[in-house]
């Protein structure tokens, strides 16, 4: 810009800056102002439709989760009567499943058919309402085996373990269960007569799901927090729930369509792979903006982890933020650790926000003892049994060694006594609450005590009682900001943005990250997008916290160490 401003008068500086600002406003006007795209693809991601018309269409997109997609169209137009006609799809050689794609402001969301049905609306008009879901749910349906290079029938070792920066361990997990599904190595191929289909895995411009590849010194030259995966059948996205959370990461699918920039370097996809990316928005480990006020700025802190491997504490960091040059370029995105976008109290944009302090600063978790513990005292029971009762003689008649018969009566006991129970007090958290609060937190989970899974558990647990922000943001058309893509939008899922409260005399911005999108269209809701921000917990966080705890339970009791 200064560069084309060089040799003006300040007057027609003035004029050129103007009508730079006039053009961009337009422009921004301009994209939220147009209609979303949709595709319909057939059960081989080949186009078949670009419906220009809904009477509704909405979804839900949150962080590292399958959402709902809603699609409302006439019975009578010719696409709904293609995705009704199931049978036709399958006899045209189409298949039955059906996806969309939806783009709007660079943001492409892709879901696959799960159910639909025909109804007759208040005006007699018949509809056909499907139901899609969102393709991370591909997530959710790949197991990871104990060792995916071996058969079902010979699974050696007993439990898959991968320990390391989070990003890579997670990748490299999903990557060797994706390989072992789309080799066939142990497996028949989907077309067995077909002699070339027993190669096919080896090439990955077949495949209908691919990693974007980071390497390990990538990762930890990036500095990601590290995470051990265990996993014996389970779930590939039940074990990287936790650990997603934990390091806050995000999980990024998108489909990749002829005309796309590579999703990588040299990359060799079929039209309509599904590309998954794992990247940190949040840059808790780096220096990340964690609140404020209008009088003194936002602050900055960094994520640490203490020396007991349990709590976090967040130092606070000074100087000035370093952001990439390339976000000055066209203003088009958040960098990570920063909110670029700002809602002031008096912005007119429709926003709720909530707050919930944390809860208890005392966790407590156990109930066995750590290993070891009972078979030494079950061993020293029994030998000093046998010392002393090898040399009692009745009448002239030894009654021999009886250490374990004594052991058998005393192990009931002292069976889960010693070293049988945690019990972890939050320093910090005292601190912030005062002296009157609620004590303490119970773990109410069967496991060993001083143990690597009793480790995570209180993690766990600490994470289930912390302080709780959450809020919703709509974004109409005459707002100031576009939600989208980056390059395409100001922010998206997983990027931070800032509040104020409405009379709030403190002036405090509060920070959280965008969890979830939501967008509706409609006559009477034209492109409408709502940023849910701070995480949300549907279910009670106890149950949530009860469910990931005993998946990690069953994975350790593999090797012992619960």
Known sequence: MTATLDGLSLEDQCNAILAATEAEERRLQAMRETPPGIFIFDGYQRLQYLLLEVVELSFEDPENDSGPMELSIPFDHPVAQWMHDDRGRRDRGEGENFHIDVEHN????TARY??????KDGKGQRM???????????????DCWSNPFLPAIFQFPRIFLLAGPAIWVLKTALFLNLLRIETSLWQVPDDPMNPLSWLDGLDMSTWDIVIKPTTFLE????GTTWCLFMSRWQKWHDVAE?????AELSVVTRRYRHGDPEPWPGADLKDGALVVDIVDKSGQMEGFANGGSI??????????????????TEDEVLGEPSWPSKFYEDMFGTPKGFPFVHFPADSGVETEFETAPPTGVIINCGGQSAPGVNEAISAGVQTLGDIVTSNINIYGYGIGAQGGAIDAVLKPFYTDTVAAWMSTKLVNRIAQLGDSHFKEYHLDLPGKAYTLSSVLAIRAGIVATARKKNGSVKFDSGGPYVVGWPGSGHLYKGDRGSFEITGDTTGEIHVERAMKAKFKHSAKDFALWELEFGRKEDEDPVVVLQKKISNVAKAAAELGVW
Request: glycine share 6%; proline share 0%; hydrophobic share 45%.
């Open 219 to 222: 990762d930890v030259a990036a």
């Open 128 to 142: 056909l309402h499907v139901t899609l879901i969102t393709d991370y749910e591909n997530l959710k349906w790949i």
């Open 114 to 119: 799960a159910k639909k049905k025909v109804v």
């Open 242 to 246: 936790m650990i997603l959370k934990d």
């Open 295 to 312: 009088f003194d700025g936002l602050t900055r802190s960094i994520r640490q982890i203490g020396e007991d491997f349990i709590e976090d």
């Open 106 to 109: 660079g943001v492409r969301v």
